[in-house]
């Protein structure tokens, strides 16, 4: 599981429960981190957004540390968003 390095807050912290749900956490630096109460709070302003970017990847067969750390590379390099272009 990958996190973008261009996410609020990368490194993210996951969470994890007993019955399966395994999911990245952004906002819970209260509960997570001992940060205090209302910590993970995130605005976003009218009609903007926030792009968040995770991927789950499965591999068949064998693979090395270094396979993976590749592939995380790959998808690192990824812009998240778009560049604006300049104005002429």
């Known amino acids: 599981m990958y996190d973008h390095p261009g996410n609020l807050r990368h490194p993210t912290t996951w969470h994890a429960r007993d019955y399966g ?27 903007d957004q926030l792009r968040l970017s995770y991927r789950v990847e499965f591999f068949r067969g064998e693979v090395t540390p270094n396979d993976v750390e590749a592939s995380y590379q790959r998808f690192a390099e990824r812009q998240l968003v778009a560049p604006v272009a300049a104005a002429e």
Do not use: Q, Y
């Not at 509960?31 to 995130?42: C, D, I, V």
């Open 21 to 47: 749900l395994v999911t990245a956490n952004p906002f819970g630096m209260h509960h997570f981190l001992g940060k205090e109460k209302g910590a993970g709070a995130f605005k976003i302003a009218k009609d």
